[in-house]
């Protein structure tokens, strides 16, 4: 895998009344791999503001870290069969959330690097959704002369 990739990143949010929420995102990236991990990072904008947030994914075996900082900060960790709490800071204020995570799963190929997770999402110790995520990323220069 190349250092310049593009990110592939969508989510499904099953809200309580069973209506599906989904979100997705194609964005240019970094990549890179140390000490058995993956390293993924790229900036986003919010929109009605002008401040980046920076965003660091972080992904080995059964474990994955998403790391916000700038107008978003936040440290959130999906482990398999772990609960992990955390504080969400946005501009609107700050909430703790409970990350629930049933499974991460990876495939590793040539081209192309998936990752999906599906994660229950708790907010101020309420049960807010069930989610999964899916990631994939590729090389820019396979995509370019695609």
Do not use: W
Not at 16 to 33: G, N, P, S
């Amino acid at each position: 895998m190349t250092k310049e990739v593009f990110l592939f990143l969508k989510g499904l949010q099953v809200e309580t009344d069973e209506e599906a929420q989904e979100l997705e995102t194609i964005t240019a990236a970094d990549y890179y791999r140390k000490n058995g991990s993956h390293y993924v990072l790229y900036e986003e904008m919010t929109e009605g503001f002008t401040e980046k947030t920076k965003n660091r994914i972080k992904f080995s075996d059964n474990y994955l870290e998403v790391t916000k900082k700038g107008l978003i900060n936040v440290h959130m960790i999906f482990e398999e069969n772990k609960k992990n709490i955390t504080s969400y800071m946005t501009p609107y204020g700050n909430i703790i959330i409970g990350i629930d995570t049933e499974s991460v799963l990876i495939e590793e190929s040539e081209e192309c690097i998936r990752v999906e997770v599906d994660y229950s999402l708790e907010a101020n110790y309420q049960h807010l959704t069930d989610c999964r995520m899916k990631m994939e990323i590729r090389s820019r220069e396979e995509l370019i002369e695609f």
